[in-house]
């Protein structure tokens, strides 16, 4: 099994014209929260609401910023989160997978939209 990446796209709702940032992220299913680069949290010119204590995979506890609403789409879905700002790449954690109703093969390495019924026709 190897590691499975989805170009996703992250906008700041709160400032719309400053477009969106197209970024490859790590669709990880052990993490549960988006994890921004300050780099890319900076691009979207996001501010921490908080700072928010999380656990590594190492076990260590450290304070990261927490910053949000970032807008998320993939494919035809998106979701509204905050994310964690931490390492050197973008994680896609299981909270907006899950709030976009997607799948990761581990089998093909892939993500993709959970071909089931449509959460706009629920």
Not at 16 to 37: F, S
Not at 93 to 101: F, H
């Amino acid at each position: 099994m190897g590691l499975t990446y989805a170009s996703i796209e992250l906008t700041n709702p709160r400032r719309p014209e400053l477009g969106p940032v197209n970024v490859t992220a790590l669709a990880d299913t052990g993490a549960m929260m988006l994890c921004l680069p300050a780099r890319v949290a900076e691009k979207l010119e996001l501010e921490a609401a908080d700072h928010r204590a999380v656990t590594l995979a190492d076990g260590r506890r450290v304070r990261v910023p927490y910053v949000g609403p970032i807008q998320v789409r993939f494919a035809s879905r998106f979701c509204f989160v905050g994310a964690f700002v931490m390492g050197d790449e973008v994680v896609l954690g299981v909270v907006p997978m899950e709030d976009m109703d997607l799948l990761v093969s581990p089998l093909t390495r892939e993500v993709s939209v959970n071909p089931g019924i449509s959460p706009h026709l629920v």
